[in-house]
């Protein structure tokens, strides 16, 4: 409990709290930060960590939403405070870049695109003491997954041996990354002012970090949202080849499918069609990349997803296709909060130019891919026969609302589709 003394003391730690809002307290002098530079070295690191005090050149802290859990540890006593992570032998299991779209001015604005050799580009820093965190972390892994087991088992799918085995795993490269926003970046692609920006995120976090007011010098924030996964198949080298077709499936995290197989919707069926296409493609020397972002019900969360759910199947003339995205925005007041502008930094970071087959049906994906400079050669619905029973509701008022299809639309149809309702008669 904060003992309420002028001079900021806790009484149970004894510590010293610096107000962010209070300049005249602070001592900074934030290492150099030049978003956008070439050189790793002129670069700089970006230094997020409580412990890097003046140093620091980042708003928030590393880790994402998981900050938060950290806190808590540290407060448990569980977690000590001073910990330094032991970087030996975490490098990236395969390099990765460095690529043209790292640098410049529309670089990638979402992502540190140095974060996953820290170690590589600022070893000299660290040595002297700077708590220089990684934000990406490159490995291997082995995918086993029902679906792909059921295509291999119906002749779908054919294991070669080495990247789907016999026993139906898939070998892949993945990609964890935490989220670094450049803030005048960010309010470029979203085409607003880097203040206003500023203002808006303080606000709506009920002021959590006032230095995206007073701090106007630091341009990076580490916010605390969700991060995000590449899985890569074959060789990675092949995603910066234009010469190499690649197939890629960006998609947003559903939980309740992805997860639990939920059928009100078309994600894990999506999902798990675009991972055995993106293994298709390996086997025949060519690229898959498979992007999970943690942007839950269009970024809503499920909670407001779920009160989406239940206002869709309890009102006059139950769930359908017309009043699909109406409902969602009668809760939540937008249709979707997803902003897909900085979702392309994943492929940027990779040197991806072209995507030869997109698994999305999603025109705010493929516009945001297009606008930061992607080619698009096909775009590939999810099949009909992929389709749940319940999410018919689902895919009709998206084809409506002109999400891409390869079907005709008709609007006829309409009439006949109508979902499951809340509770089911016996
Ligand atoms: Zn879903």
Redesign the pocket.
């Known amino acids: 409990m904060a003992s309420g003394n002028d001079d900021k003391e806790t009484s149970f730690t004894g510590e010293h709290i610096i107000l962010t809002s209070h300049l005249e307290q602070m001592k900074t002098s934030p290492v150099t930060l030049n978003w956008g530079e070439k050189d790793a070295r002129k670069r700089g690191p970006i230094l997020g960590t409580s412990q890097s005090g003046a140093k620091r050149n980042a708003i928030g802290s590393h880790s994402g939403s998981y900050t938060i859990y950290r806190a808590l540890s540290i407060a448990a006593g569980h977690y000590p405070k001073d910990h330094r992570p032991d970087l030996e032998n975490t490098s990236p299991t395969t390099p990765i870049g460095p690529f043209d779209t790292w640098s410049g001015d529309d670089s990638i604005v979402s992502i540190d695109p140095l974060g996953a050799n820290v170690y590589e580009y600022f070893k000299d820093q660290i040595t002297e003491g700077l708590d220089i965190r990684p934000t990406i972390a490159v490995t291997q892994a082995h995918l086993n997954i029902p679906e792909i087991h059921e295509s291999i088992k119906n002749g779908e799918l054919k294991p070669d041996g080495d990247i789907v085995k016999e026993n139906g795993e898939i070998k892949v490269t993945k990609v964890a990354f935490e989220p670094v926003w450049y803030l005048p970046g960010v309010a470029k692609r979203l085409g607003v002012e880097e203040g206003e920006l500023r203002n808006i995120l303080f606000q709506e976090t009920g002021g959590m970090f006032p230095e995206l007011i007073t701090r106007q010098d630091l341009k990076v924030l580490l916010p605390p949202i969700g991060s995000t996964t590449a899985y890569i198949f074959g060789d990675p080298k092949n995603l910066a080849n234009s010469d190499v077709e690649l197939t890629c499936r960006v998609h947003d995290e ?1 939980n ?3 997860v639990f197989g ?1 059928d ?5 069926p999506y999902l798990t069609y675009g991972i055995q296409k993106a293994a298709e493609a390996a086997q025949k020397g060519q690229a898959g990349l498979v992007v999970y972002y943690r942007k839950e019900g269009r970024a809503l969360g499920e909670v407001t997803k779920f009160l989406v759910y239940n206002a869709r199947k309890r009102q006059e003339g139950g769930d359908t296709p017309a009043n699909y995205f109406h409902r969602t925005e009668c809760v939540a007041g937008v249709q979707d909060a997803r902003f897909q502008e900085l979702m392309p930094d994943i492929l940027l970071y990779f040197g991806v130019k072209k995507i030869h087959h997109l698994h999305s049906m999603s025109n705010m994906k493929y516009d945001a891919i297009v606008n930061s400079g992607i080619k698009v050669v096909n775009r590939l619905s999810i099949p009909d026969n992929l389709i749940p029973a319940d999410a018919q509701v ?1 895919i009709q008022a998206k084809k409506a609302a002109g999400y891409f299809s390869d079907d005709e639309v008709d609007e006829s149809e309409f009439a006949g589709t109508q979902g499951r309702e809340l509770e089911e008669k016996s």
């Open positions: 559903c309740g499918s992805d939920s009100i919707c078309t994600c894990r689902e």
